[in-house]
């Protein structure tokens, strides 16, 4: 499966952004979602993770009640609603896709086997 996200942009503190990761090559409900940013200098680190139905997700405390993840199989893409934005928040948004049989979620990178080009969010004060 291929992904590709999009979506970023330069907003002020407090705005919205939605970022999209749209598949391609495989079906995406096939596959459990995670979310990541790195920013400039720092380590890659998980943001949000849904499972291949949607039914389970998984958020870092850093975003949980600001960000939102979901799902629209049927259009083969996953989104991340990010209100409320921080300049904390600044950092190359990536996703990552793992095949599973299961409802399961993945927090780890090294548990994801295929990943998107990043797209930049940076959040000005």
């Known amino acids: 499966v291929q992904l590709q996200a999009s979506g970023g942009g330069l907003v002020q503190a407090g705005d919205s952004l939605e970022l999209s990761c749209a598949a391609s090559?495989?079906?995406?409900?096939?596959?459990?979602i995670g979310w990541f940013r790195q920013a400039l200098g720092k380590e890659r680190e998980f943001v949000a993770t849904i499972s291949r139905a949607g039914t389970m997700r998984y958020y870092a405390n850093s975003v949980k009640g600001r960000f939102t993840i979901s799902r629209d199989n049927a259009k083969n893409t996953v989104y991340l609603q990010m209100n409320s934005l921080k300049p904390e928040d600044t950092a190359v948004y990536f996703c990552?896709?793992?095949?599973?049989?299961?409802?399961?979620?993945?927090?780890?990178?090294?548990?994801?086997?295929?990943w998107g080009q990043g797209t930049q969010v940076t959040v000005s004060s």
């Open positions: 090559g495989r079906a995406l409900s096939n596959y459990a």
């Open positions: 990552a896709a793992r095949n599973t049989v299961t409802g399961a979620y993945y927090v780890r990178g090294d548990d994801y086997t295929h």
